[in-house]
C-alpha cells in the first residue's frame, strides 16, 4: 500500500501542495487530476524524490520511503509528463542503461528490451539515435523503461502523450492487467475520458487541495452529474469555459 500522509510542499510562502492525504491499494488504479498548477505535478515529483516536500509523509506498505529511497525506487516505475531522453543513445541502449540500473540480470534484460521494443513497433528503430524519435516513439520507450523490472509501484504522468490510437489501445488493455496482478497505480492526466474507462478512484485538486476523492460513480451520483468530465468542471474549473471561449472569439475577429 502507498500512503500520503498531509503532503504539502512550499517554494517560499506559496503552497504547490497543500496538506494532501491519499492511499494506493493493492489492483488499484487512482486517478489524480485537476487544472494546470493544481499540484499534480508537484505531488508526483515528491513520490518520485525529484523533490523533498516541506512536510507530511509518504509511506509504502508503512515504511517512510525517505528513510531509503533507493529501494523505494527499484520498487517504482515511472512515466513523466515530458519525455526527457538522452538523444545521444538508442531505443535499446537506452533501455540497457535502465536495466543496469535497476540491477537485472544481463541475459533477462536483453531479452526484454528486445521483447518490449518489438511489440510497441519500435524493432526497426531500435538502433537508432533517440533523438531522432518521434514523440510518441519516445514515450513508447519510457513506457517501456517504467515496466522493464516489474515493478510494484507504477506512477503515470500523462503516459498517452504521443501515442498512436493502437499503442493506447494496448496501453489501456496493459493498465487494467497489472491492476489485476495487484499493482498499485497513480494515473495523473488532463485525458478525462481515458481517466473514467480505467480508473477506479480519483482525485480531484484545486491550488494545490484535494477537493473530492471517490470512485468516479459515487461523484457523478453525489452531484447527479453524467460523466466524469461535468464533475471535473464543476469541481475543478476556476473559470467559466464557455465565457473565456467566447472572449477569445471575440478577440479573434477584432
Known amino acids: ?51 523533498e516536500p516541506t512536510s507530511g509523509e509518504i509511506l509504502f506498505n ?7 529511497m533507493v529501494a523505494f525506487k527499484h520498487a517504482l516505475g515511472y512515466v513523466p509528463e515530458e519525455a526527457h531522453l538522452y ?36 524493432q526497426e528503430a531500435r538502433y537508432s539515435l533517440i533523438g531522432s524519435y518521434s514523440k510518441g516513439m519516445r514515450q513508447k520507450v519510457l513506457i517501456s523503461a517504467a515496466l522493464l523490472h516489474n515493478p510494484d509501484v507504477l506512477i503515470f504522468d500523462e503516459p498517452f502523450s504521443g501515442l498512436d490510437v493502437t499503442a493506447a489501445e494496448v496501453f489501456k488493455l496493459v493498465l487494467r492487467s497489472l491492476a489485476s496482478e495487484g499493482k498499485l497505480i497513480l494515473y495523473s492526466s ?23 476523492q471517490d470512485t468516479i460513480t459515487k461523484l457523478r451520483d ?13 469541481l475543478a474549473e476556476q473559470d467559466d469555459s464557455e465565457q473565456i471561449a467566447g472572449e477569445m472569439i471575440s478577440l479573434m475577429r477584432a
Open 1 to 51: 500500500m502507498l500512503e500520503v500522509r498531509h503532503l504539502t510542499k512550499r517554494y517560499q510562502s506559496i503552497a504547490a501542495v497543500d496538506d494532501v492525504s491519499f492511499t494506493i491499494r493493492p489492483g488499484q488504479i487512482l486517478g489524480y487530476l485537476g487544472p494546470n498548477g493544481s499540484g499534480k505535478s508537484t505531488t508526483v515529483k515528491a513520490l518520485t524524490g525529484l523533490v
Open 62 to 68: 508503512g515504511v517512510d520511503v525517505r528513510k531509503d
Open 87 to 122: 538523444p545521444h543513445l538508442t531505443g535499446r541502449e537506452y533501455l540497457q542503461l535502465t536495466g543496469r540500473l535497476r540491477g537485472m540480470p544481463a541475459g533477462l534484460l536483453e531479452e526484454k528490451a528486445d521483447g518490449f521494443l518489438r511489440l510497441f513497433g519500435l
Open 190 to 212: 488532463h485525458v478525462l475520458e481515458v481517466v473514467e474507462k480505467v480508473c477506479s478512484e480519483v482525485v480531484i485538486l484545486r491550488k494545490g487541495k484535494v477537493v473530492a
Open 222 to 234: 453525489l452531484l447527479t452529474l453524467p460523466s466524469l468530465e461535468d464533475v471535473f468542471r464543476q
